[in-house]
């Protein structure tokens, strides 16, 4: 596939004007219903189509028993049915000329051997038919320009700059919900699951490739094809900034990584070198992917590692400069005119140094 | 002064049956007025004798011109006068038999020699007239089995285990907040402010001694002195966990704690192996301090290292996975009952390893 090619159709999964969902259902705490509801919730303005052979009406929508019975083109299928019932339903999507879906039905590679050859099967279905899919075993995603949360409950993030990408379900959607709840303007969240087709990095590129994502994020566990990896996040990185929280860097973590999307977690130095050498802004905590991609969102990128710090309360001022002075940022004195400058604002036996103090008489 | 006698005049610190508030003032903003209506807004049940020589209601309390022409015995003074003013009212205060002040006006050490000068003279008199004081330029104490709140603002705490001492007023109540927002039970907090008489330390043994006090977290910025300081912390944290925060490892942070309020930061490291030595738990962050003390305060101490971790998600798994081996801590193998039993709750494809993901069948 060319890139032309896969940037038209992540266009679909992320613009479509209409989508399928393969297994809505009315029962609440199903898959089917909570994804059905979310994206009725977030307020999606396109074509919803719900599929359901056994419900007529899916959330006051009206549903079809099977996909074919629907009598509009579809630019988006997002599949919720048993893993099972994957292959036939893949194979419904290419009849009905659908070449993006998400597969958020899990029960494959993650489960052992069997699930990996379905896996395999569906793979090959999606190649064959000139489809591309993000999962199984993803919890969705989202396109806030386009008021699409197709995730288990809506998270009403506000629109703006950031890109997620998360090779965790739980971990992405706290990340979103962090996101949301802080007003840091989001542009796209996608959940990879198990990277059956489309890996990480192809969601790397297309977030690099849309002009409205000004900011990346990534929480990654294991990259298989790290040249193509590499390659990409430095075309990328040349226009915007990368962030990535590098999971499993443990043994048990690694081991547990593994167990997780099946994915190998590799050597945890081997991945902090490729960052450095790629230029993305490597993390340890998902806290940390927070407040970072919140700074480089809502903040410009600041031109130096030269630091000032003005504090009410000294104790800050040495906490901030400690935990500056420990990320390589470098605390200038201060020049004459600045001093000057602060002479006029602040009491007269201020310190007169970085960080500022702003002093206050007791009475 | 004796160790009993010490923990004598710090009883009437904590637990006042009365106190004065020299400087108490109706006019808002005014540390008079935060501090009167502070401990009127928590609810301290002891007698409160407000004086200032302008005002004749303060908070709708009578007030009173002098400390003399108070009729009852007074346990605690609180000094919220303008530096100048401190030694006459500390002489005033040795005059009625008070034993015990906070003073939390600031303008001596911190601002340069004149008010260095000040500070040794008000130390002098409270020595001479056996008084002991916290600060000058302190923020306050807190004792919440007594209902009294001697800061800016009433933070609401709920009663328990915790004990808070801290060289930074502004950070220390940033704590005592967060601890009041989490519901961690708290004791007492103390903002040692200059430390001109009474010690880091001094509050460190009197926590120690008192059996109200579980868990004792510490803000430091500079010790005077080391060898006292060692030896009381030995004895404490054979009783009960003690966590500190040293700041001021960086020469930038060291030279903004030494303006703050006077102190020495010293060698981070000489502080570290101190920490280890005397059995005392360091931590990095304000957030770090207060996790571990509300995980102490509210939690049993952990018998050993080993950890079991379970995770709806497996990216927390992975996440808490590479936090715990980071920390020294163990994720042992899972023992043939313990994943026996769990065989019986679980999918049956669950990873049968530690950390335990609880995974979910997408249907």
């Known amino acids: 596939m060319s890139k032309k090619d896969l940037m038209d159709k992540l266009d679909l999964m992320f613009f479509p004007k209409s989508l399928a969902i393969i297994g809505a259902s009315n029962v609440p705490g199903k898959w089917g219903s909570m994804i059905t509801t979310s994206i009725l919730g977030k307020g ?11 419900q007529e009406i899916i959330s006051g929508l009206k549903a079809y028993p099977r996909l074919d ?5 579809i630019d988006l299928a997002i599949l919720v049915i048993p893993a099972r019932l994957i292959p036939d339903a893949l194979r419904d ?55 699409l949360e197709a995730i288990p ?6 629109e703006g700059g950031l890109g997620i990408i998360s090779q965790s379900g739980n971990l992405g959607l706290q990340i979103m919900q962090w996101v949301a709840h802080k007003e840091i303007g989001l542009c796209f969240y996608a959940g990879t ?10 969601l ?36 915007k900034p990368v962030i990535a929280l590098k999971a499993g860097r443990s043994q048990r973590g ?3 990584a593994q167990s997780h999307t099946g994915s190998m977690a590799g050597s945890f130095a081997a991945y902090s070198a490729m960052f450095k050498q790629t230029g993305i802004i490597q993390v340890r905590t998902p806290y940390e992917l927070l ?24 104790g800050w001022g040495v906490i901030a400069a400690d935990e500056c002075e420990d990320a390589g940022l470098v605390l200038p004195d201060l020049s004459d005119d600045i001093i000057k400058d602060l002479d006029t604002h602040l009491p007269e036996f201020w310190n007169r140094s970085n960080p500022i103090d702003i002093v206050g008489e007791g009475d």
């Open 44 to 54: 999606y303005k396109g074509k919803i189509f719900p599929v359901n052979p056994k």
């Open 69 to 73: 019975a629907i009598p509009e083109d």
């Open 93 to 147: 999507c290419i009849t009905k000329d659908i070449h993006a879906a998400v597969i958020i039905t899990s029960g494959f590679k993650e489960t052992g051997k069997a699930g990996a050859a379905l896996e395999e099967e569906i793979t090959e279905i999606a190649k064959q038919g000139d489809l591309v899919f993000i999962g199984p075993n993803t919890m969705g995603i989202a396109s806030e320009y386009n008021d």
């Open 153 to 158: 409950a809506p998270m009403g993030a506000k």
């Open 193 to 202: 699951g198990n990277e059956a087709l489309l890996k990480a990095s192809d």
């Open 204 to 239: 790397l590129a297309y977030f690099g490739y849309r002009d409205e994502v000004k900011v990346i994020a990534m929480y990654i566990e294991g990259i298989e094809n790290g040249i193509e990896f590499k390659e990409i996040a430095r075309q990328v990185t040349k226009k």
């Open 254 to 256: 690694s081991k547990a």
């Open 291 to 314: 407040n970072v991609a919140g700074a480089l969102t809502n903040l410009p990128v600041p031109r130096s590692n030269r630091v000032g710090i003005m504090s009410l309360g000294g």
